[in-house]
């Protein structure tokens, strides 16, 4: 069983910047891929990035890259989240995502297993 524990959501204005954490807890978190997800109102959830377990395979969506970047400190158990250039469409209740790690699976489809309950971001234009 592994427990995640998003934090660092909160308020700011189109351009700023703001860094997610996610703790687990449980297992080492290096067995397991991680990957931030988003869900704005009215609008499926949908991945953001995700990072393999061993670290050396990211994915971005489209419409993140170049500025946000995920990373993993395995000392800690935590995965950050930097979110840059922030753009009021990027309004959303952001979720921190496991899955176990498997070489084979691509992380842009990645359906994790276990789920953190979720930190607000609200962009203001």
């Known amino acids: 069983q592994v427990q995640l524990v998003e934090s660092g959501g909160g308020l700011v204005q189109a351009g700023g910047s703001l860094r997610l954490s996610c703790a687990a807890s449980?297992?080492?978190?290096?067995?397991?891929?991680m990957a931030w997800f988003r869900q704005a109102p009215g609008k499926e959830r949908e991945i953001v990035t995700a990072?393999?377990?061993?670290?050396?395979?990211?994915y971005y969506g489209d419409f993140v890259k170049g500025r946000f970047t995920i990373s993993r400190d395995d000392a800690k158990n935590t995965v950050y989240l930097q979110m840059s250039s922030l753009k009021p469409e990027d309004t959303a209740v952001y979720y921190c995502?496991?899955?176990?790690?498997?070489?084979?699976?691509?992380?842009?489809?990645?359906?994790?297993?276990?789920w953190g309950q979720g930190t607000q971001v609200t962009v203001s234009s």
């Open positions: 995502g496991a899955h176990i790690s498997i070489a084979s699976m691509p992380l842009a489809t990645m359906t994790p297993t276990y």
């Open positions: 449980g297992r080492p978190s290096r067995a397991y891929a």
């Open positions: 990072i393999s377990g061993s670290g050396s395979n990211l």
